[in-house]
Protein backbone atom coordinates (compact mmCIF):
# COMPACT_ATOMS: atom_id res chain seq x y z
CA UNK A 1 0.00 0.00 0.00
CA UNK A 2 1.33 3.45 -0.86
CA UNK A 3 0.48 6.86 -0.33
CA UNK A 4 1.51 10.06 -1.94
CA UNK A 5 1.53 13.43 0.43
CA UNK A 6 1.55 16.83 -1.87
CA UNK A 7 3.14 19.76 0.23
CA UNK A 8 3.83 23.13 -1.03
CA UNK A 9 4.02 25.51 2.01
CA UNK A 10 5.38 25.01 5.84
CA UNK A 11 1.82 24.17 7.54
CA UNK A 12 1.70 21.37 5.08
CA UNK A 13 4.69 20.08 6.09
CA UNK A 14 3.87 19.89 9.90
CA UNK A 15 0.48 18.57 9.10
CA UNK A 16 2.31 15.66 6.83
CA UNK A 17 4.93 15.13 9.81
CA UNK A 18 2.00 14.41 11.88
CA UNK A 19 0.39 11.90 9.70
CA UNK A 20 3.82 10.58 8.52
CA UNK A 21 4.29 9.11 12.00
CA UNK A 22 1.08 7.12 12.24
CA UNK A 23 1.09 5.97 8.62
CA UNK A 24 4.63 4.23 9.58
CA UNK A 25 2.78 2.97 12.85
CA UNK A 26 0.86 1.56 10.05
CA UNK A 27 3.53 -0.24 7.94
CA UNK A 28 2.08 2.28 4.67
CA UNK A 29 4.54 3.38 2.75
CA UNK A 30 4.55 7.12 2.01
CA UNK A 31 6.18 9.34 -1.06
CA UNK A 32 6.58 13.05 -0.11
CA UNK A 33 6.31 15.59 -2.75
CA UNK A 34 7.19 18.76 -2.11
CA UNK A 35 5.41 21.48 -5.36
CA UNK A 36 7.90 24.37 -4.36
CA UNK A 37 5.28 26.71 -4.19
CA UNK A 38 6.57 28.21 -0.78
CA UNK A 39 10.64 27.31 -1.37
CA UNK A 40 12.02 28.93 1.48
CA UNK A 41 11.12 26.68 4.15
CA UNK A 42 14.10 25.93 6.59
CA UNK A 43 14.58 22.20 7.09
CA UNK A 44 16.74 22.67 10.30
CA UNK A 45 13.72 25.05 11.47
CA UNK A 46 12.03 24.23 15.16
CA UNK A 47 9.87 21.89 13.65
CA UNK A 48 11.63 19.86 11.66
CA UNK A 49 13.70 19.23 14.72
CA UNK A 50 11.11 18.75 16.88
CA UNK A 51 8.91 16.43 14.18
CA UNK A 52 11.90 15.28 12.65
CA UNK A 53 10.36 15.87 9.65
CA UNK A 54 11.51 13.77 6.40
CA UNK A 55 13.36 15.21 3.31
CA UNK A 56 11.07 15.42 0.44
CA UNK A 57 11.08 12.67 -2.12
CA UNK A 58 10.56 14.96 -4.89
CA UNK A 59 10.80 18.68 -5.30
CA UNK A 60 8.88 20.10 -8.31
CA UNK A 61 10.36 23.27 -8.26
CA UNK A 62 7.24 25.34 -9.18
CA UNK A 63 7.72 28.75 -7.40
CA UNK A 64 5.82 31.76 -7.80
CA UNK A 65 3.67 32.98 -10.38
CA UNK A 66 0.09 33.87 -11.29
CA UNK A 67 -2.62 31.45 -9.60
CA UNK A 68 -3.39 29.74 -12.66
CA UNK A 69 0.50 29.62 -13.90
CA UNK A 70 1.69 27.56 -10.31
CA UNK A 71 -1.76 25.42 -10.12
CA UNK A 72 -0.80 24.43 -14.06
CA UNK A 73 2.44 23.79 -12.98
CA UNK A 74 1.77 21.82 -10.14
CA UNK A 75 -0.53 19.38 -11.96
CA UNK A 76 1.60 19.23 -15.02
CA UNK A 77 4.71 17.64 -12.99
CA UNK A 78 2.53 16.23 -10.31
CA UNK A 79 1.03 14.33 -12.64
CA UNK A 80 4.42 12.84 -13.92
CA UNK A 81 5.00 11.66 -10.61
CA UNK A 82 2.09 9.81 -9.86
CA UNK A 83 1.77 8.17 -12.98
CA UNK A 84 5.69 6.90 -12.28
CA UNK A 85 5.02 5.93 -8.61
CA UNK A 86 1.09 4.57 -9.15
CA UNK A 87 -0.21 5.40 -5.48
CA UNK A 88 -3.22 3.91 -3.86
CA UNK A 89 -4.02 6.98 -2.30
CA UNK A 90 -2.93 10.73 -2.46
CA UNK A 91 -3.10 13.38 0.35
CA UNK A 92 -3.93 16.93 0.24
CA UNK A 93 -3.74 19.40 3.20
CA UNK A 94 -5.48 22.64 4.03
CA UNK A 95 -6.57 25.12 0.97
CA UNK A 96 -3.55 26.09 -1.23
CA UNK A 97 -2.86 26.22 -4.83
CA UNK A 98 -0.64 22.78 -4.21
CA UNK A 99 -4.22 21.65 -2.83
CA UNK A 100 -6.59 21.89 -6.03
CA UNK A 101 -3.52 20.88 -8.13
CA UNK A 102 -3.14 17.64 -6.34
CA UNK A 103 -6.77 17.23 -5.95
CA UNK A 104 -7.58 17.64 -9.47
CA UNK A 105 -4.71 15.18 -10.95
CA UNK A 106 -5.91 12.77 -8.99
CA UNK A 107 -9.78 13.31 -9.39
CA UNK A 108 -8.36 13.14 -13.42
CA UNK A 109 -6.52 10.11 -13.02
CA UNK A 110 -9.10 8.27 -10.58
CA UNK A 111 -6.70 7.65 -7.98
CA UNK A 112 -8.82 8.48 -4.53
CA UNK A 113 -7.87 11.64 -2.90
CA UNK A 114 -8.18 12.54 0.40
CA UNK A 115 -8.39 15.85 2.35
CA UNK A 116 -6.88 16.94 5.51
CA UNK A 117 -8.36 19.88 6.88
CA UNK A 118 -11.64 19.66 4.72
CA UNK A 119 -15.10 21.67 5.01
CA UNK A 120 -13.80 24.86 6.38
CA UNK A 121 -15.74 27.40 5.03
CA UNK A 122 -15.08 31.34 4.79
CA UNK A 123 -16.45 34.35 3.44
CA UNK A 124 -15.75 36.37 0.71
CA UNK A 125 -16.75 33.05 -1.69
CA UNK A 126 -14.03 34.80 -4.13
CA UNK A 127 -11.12 34.65 -1.94
CA UNK A 128 -8.46 32.41 -3.41
CA UNK A 129 -8.02 29.85 0.06
CA UNK A 130 -11.70 29.27 -0.63
CA UNK A 131 -12.13 28.61 -4.41
CA UNK A 132 -9.20 25.94 -3.04
CA UNK A 133 -11.20 24.12 -0.69
CA UNK A 134 -14.50 24.07 -2.10
CA UNK A 135 -12.80 22.70 -5.13
CA UNK A 136 -10.78 20.01 -3.16
CA UNK A 137 -13.60 19.14 -0.96
CA UNK A 138 -16.09 18.36 -4.31
CA UNK A 139 -13.50 15.65 -5.56
CA UNK A 140 -12.33 14.37 -2.51
CA UNK A 141 -13.36 10.45 -1.95
CA UNK A 142 -12.24 11.07 1.65
CA UNK A 143 -12.68 14.31 3.37
CA UNK A 144 -11.48 14.68 7.26
CA UNK A 145 -12.94 17.44 9.02
CA UNK A 146 -11.26 19.19 11.80
CA UNK A 147 -14.82 20.46 13.42
CA UNK A 148 -18.36 19.33 13.53
CA UNK A 149 -19.32 22.59 11.78
CA UNK A 150 -16.89 21.40 8.94
CA UNK A 151 -19.10 18.34 8.58
CA UNK A 152 -22.60 20.32 8.59
CA UNK A 153 -20.98 22.88 5.99
CA UNK A 154 -19.81 19.94 3.68
CA UNK A 155 -23.37 18.70 4.29
CA UNK A 156 -25.18 21.71 3.00
CA UNK A 157 -23.11 21.50 -0.44
CA UNK A 158 -24.27 17.69 -0.66
CA UNK A 159 -21.41 16.39 0.45
CA UNK A 160 -21.92 13.45 3.28
CA UNK A 161 -20.14 9.89 1.83
CA UNK A 162 -16.23 9.80 2.97
CA UNK A 163 -17.05 12.88 5.15
CA UNK A 164 -15.26 12.40 9.14
CA UNK A 165 -14.86 14.37 12.27
CA UNK A 166 -11.37 13.72 13.05
CA UNK A 167 -10.50 16.34 14.86
CA UNK A 168 -7.51 19.22 13.67
CA UNK A 169 -4.36 17.96 13.12
CA UNK A 170 -2.68 21.00 14.19
CA UNK A 171 -3.62 20.24 17.95
CA UNK A 172 -1.82 17.34 17.71
CA UNK A 173 0.72 19.58 16.73
CA UNK A 174 0.21 21.65 19.81
CA UNK A 175 0.45 19.08 22.46
CA UNK A 176 3.55 17.74 20.48
CA UNK A 177 5.54 21.21 21.04
CA UNK A 178 4.15 22.12 24.37
CA UNK A 179 6.47 20.34 26.24
CA UNK A 180 9.05 22.94 24.17
CA UNK A 181 7.29 25.73 24.17
CA UNK A 182 10.18 28.83 25.65
CA UNK A 183 9.19 31.77 28.00
CA UNK A 184 12.68 33.70 27.12
CA UNK A 185 10.68 36.92 26.26
CA UNK A 186 8.33 36.54 28.95
CA UNK A 187 10.73 36.35 31.55
CA UNK A 188 12.49 39.52 29.43
CA UNK A 189 9.63 41.85 29.01
CA UNK A 190 9.03 42.50 32.67
CA UNK A 191 5.42 41.58 32.27
CA UNK A 192 2.81 40.00 34.26
CA UNK A 193 1.05 36.21 33.53
CA UNK A 194 -3.03 37.27 32.91
CA UNK A 195 -2.28 41.06 32.88
CA UNK A 196 -1.27 41.31 29.35
CA UNK A 197 -2.51 40.47 25.69
CA UNK A 198 -0.39 39.34 22.51
CA UNK A 199 -1.44 41.03 19.09
CA UNK A 200 -0.27 40.24 15.58
CA UNK A 201 -1.92 42.28 12.85
CA UNK A 202 -0.77 41.54 9.34
CA UNK A 203 -3.40 40.96 6.41
CA UNK A 204 -3.66 43.66 3.73
CA UNK A 205 -7.11 44.29 4.39
CA UNK A 206 -6.41 45.74 7.61
CA UNK A 207 -3.20 47.18 7.24
CA UNK A 208 -2.69 48.65 3.52
CA UNK A 209 -5.73 50.79 3.68
CA UNK A 210 -4.51 53.76 5.66
CA UNK A 211 -7.63 55.22 7.08
CA UNK A 212 -8.54 51.45 8.11
CA UNK A 213 -5.30 50.66 9.28
CA UNK A 214 -5.47 54.29 11.49
CA UNK A 215 -8.41 53.31 13.28
CA UNK A 216 -7.25 50.45 13.90
CA UNK A 217 -4.24 51.76 15.86
CA UNK A 218 -6.22 54.11 17.75
CA UNK A 219 -8.41 51.48 19.14
CA UNK A 220 -5.06 50.10 20.29
CA UNK A 221 -3.81 52.83 21.75
CA UNK A 222 -6.72 53.30 23.94
CA UNK A 223 -6.50 49.53 24.97
CA UNK A 224 -2.31 49.79 25.43
CA UNK A 225 -3.57 52.53 28.42
CA UNK A 226 -5.34 50.16 29.98
CA UNK A 227 -3.49 46.58 29.89
CA UNK A 228 0.01 46.10 28.44
CA UNK A 229 0.25 45.08 24.53
CA UNK A 230 2.75 42.72 23.51
CA UNK A 231 3.47 43.21 19.42
CA UNK A 232 5.77 41.09 17.45
CA UNK A 233 5.67 42.99 14.67
CA UNK A 234 5.29 41.53 10.82
CA UNK A 235 7.61 43.22 8.48
CA UNK A 236 4.44 44.33 6.30
CA UNK A 237 2.58 46.17 9.33
CA UNK A 238 5.94 47.81 10.09
CA UNK A 239 6.60 48.84 6.86
CA UNK A 240 3.00 50.60 6.56
CA UNK A 241 3.40 52.28 9.86
CA UNK A 242 6.53 54.01 8.93
CA UNK A 243 5.03 54.99 5.90
CA UNK A 244 2.05 56.46 7.44
CA UNK A 245 3.56 57.74 10.00
CA UNK A 246 1.49 56.16 12.91
CA UNK A 247 4.15 55.58 15.43
CA UNK A 248 2.64 57.92 17.60
CA UNK A 249 -0.39 55.16 18.04
CA UNK A 250 2.47 52.62 19.49
CA UNK A 251 3.81 54.85 22.50
CA UNK A 252 2.51 52.34 24.78
CA UNK A 253 2.19 49.24 22.92
CA UNK A 254 5.79 46.75 23.42
CA UNK A 255 6.66 46.40 20.59
CA UNK A 256 8.98 44.02 19.46
CA UNK A 257 10.52 41.86 16.24
CA UNK A 258 8.88 38.88 14.68
CA UNK A 259 9.37 35.77 17.32
CA UNK A 260 9.73 32.16 16.59
CA UNK A 261 6.42 29.59 17.14
CA UNK A 262 7.74 28.39 20.88
CA UNK A 263 8.44 31.73 22.60
CA UNK A 264 4.77 32.74 20.75
CA UNK A 265 3.01 29.83 22.21
CA UNK A 266 5.07 30.80 25.06
CA UNK A 267 4.06 34.40 25.59
CA UNK A 268 0.38 33.33 24.46
CA UNK A 269 0.10 30.69 27.27
CA UNK A 270 0.84 33.74 29.83
CA UNK A 271 -0.99 36.07 28.53
CA UNK A 272 -4.85 37.48 29.00
CA UNK A 273 -6.09 37.67 26.01
CA UNK A 274 -4.92 37.77 22.02
CA UNK A 275 -5.73 40.47 19.26
CA UNK A 276 -4.97 39.05 16.09
CA UNK A 277 -5.79 38.55 11.96
CA UNK A 278 -3.95 35.62 11.92
CA UNK A 279 -5.71 32.23 11.01
CA UNK A 280 -3.46 30.09 12.66
CA UNK A 281 -3.02 32.13 16.01
CA UNK A 282 -6.82 32.29 16.41
CA UNK A 283 -6.81 28.60 17.18
CA UNK A 284 -3.79 28.66 19.08
CA UNK A 285 -4.96 30.81 21.29
CA UNK A 286 -8.01 28.58 21.92
CA UNK A 287 -5.38 25.66 22.35
CA UNK A 288 -4.05 27.35 24.84
CA UNK A 289 -7.64 28.32 27.23
CA UNK A 290 -7.08 31.91 25.62
CA UNK A 291 -9.57 34.30 23.88
CA UNK A 292 -8.88 35.40 20.55
CA UNK A 293 -10.17 39.10 19.08
CA UNK A 294 -10.15 37.94 15.43
CA UNK A 295 -9.97 41.83 13.66
CA UNK A 296 -11.46 40.03 10.34
CA UNK A 297 -15.06 40.35 8.52
CA UNK A 298 -15.25 36.52 8.82
CA UNK A 299 -13.29 33.27 10.03
CA UNK A 300 -12.65 29.88 9.00
CA UNK A 301 -12.56 28.93 12.29
CA UNK A 302 -16.16 30.08 13.04
CA UNK A 303 -17.23 27.46 15.38
CA UNK A 304 -15.44 29.41 18.51
CA UNK A 305 -17.24 32.69 17.01
CA UNK A 306 -20.29 30.72 17.16
CA UNK A 307 -19.85 29.01 20.76
CA UNK A 308 -18.86 33.10 21.93
CA UNK A 309 -15.39 31.95 22.90
CA UNK A 310 -13.69 34.22 20.14
CA UNK A 311 -14.78 37.47 19.13
CA UNK A 312 -15.00 38.94 15.55
CA UNK A 313 -14.27 42.43 15.59
CA UNK A 314 -12.92 45.41 12.76
CA UNK A 315 -11.96 48.98 13.48
CA UNK A 316 -14.77 50.45 15.09
CA UNK A 317 -15.22 47.67 18.13
CA UNK A 318 -11.82 46.72 19.37
CA UNK A 319 -11.63 47.98 21.78
CA UNK A 320 -15.42 47.21 23.05
CA UNK A 321 -14.75 43.81 22.02
CA UNK A 322 -11.07 43.36 23.82
CA UNK A 323 -12.90 44.24 27.10
CA UNK A 324 -16.96 42.68 26.96
CA UNK A 325 -17.07 40.38 29.53
CA UNK A 326 -17.02 36.73 28.46
CA UNK A 327 -19.54 34.81 29.85
CA UNK A 328 -18.79 31.73 28.45
CA UNK A 329 -17.19 29.08 29.41
CA UNK A 330 -14.25 27.38 27.81
CA UNK A 331 -15.49 25.04 25.01
CA UNK A 332 -13.80 21.51 25.14
CA UNK A 333 -13.09 19.36 22.90
CA UNK A 334 -14.07 21.89 19.51
CA UNK A 335 -11.08 20.11 17.90
CA UNK A 336 -10.74 16.68 19.42
CA UNK A 337 -8.54 15.23 21.89
CA UNK A 338 -5.13 15.21 20.12
CA UNK A 339 -5.77 12.08 17.59
CA UNK A 340 -6.06 13.92 15.06
CA UNK A 341 -3.28 12.00 13.11
CA UNK A 342 -4.48 8.44 14.34
CA UNK A 343 -8.07 8.72 13.17
CA UNK A 344 -6.97 9.93 9.61
CA UNK A 345 -4.41 7.21 9.73
CA UNK A 346 -7.14 4.09 10.87
CA UNK A 347 -9.65 5.92 8.30
CA UNK A 348 -6.93 5.50 5.37
CA UNK A 349 -5.84 2.17 6.30
CA UNK A 350 -9.04 1.30 6.36
CA UNK A 351 -10.35 1.91 2.86
CA UNK A 352 -6.64 0.73 1.35
CA UNK A 353 -7.61 -3.02 3.10
CA UNK A 354 -11.21 -3.15 1.29
Given at each position: ??????????????????????????????????????????????????????????????????????????????????????????????????????????????????????????????????????????????????????????????????????????????LEME???????????????????????????????????????????????????????????KKRI?????????????????????????????????????????????????????????????????????????????????????????????????????????????????
Amino acid sequence: MKTISLVGARPQFIKEAIINKELKNKYISEVIVHSGQHYDFNMSDVFFKVLNIKKPDYFLNVGSGFHGEMTGKIMIEFEKVILKEKPDLILVYGDTNTTLAGAIVGAKLKIPVAHVEAGIRQEPKDMPEEINRVLTDHVSKLLFCPSKLAVKNLKKEGIVEGVHFVGDIMYDLYLEMEGAFKYDIYNKLNIEENKYIVMTLHRDFNVDNKEKFEKILMQIEKISKEIPIVFPIHPRTKKRIKEFNFEKYLKKVIVINPIDYLNLMGLVKKSWKIITDSGGLQKEAYFGRKQAIVVMPDTGWRELVELGWNKLADENNLYEKVFEKNSNNYPENVYGKGEAGKKIVDLISRMLDK
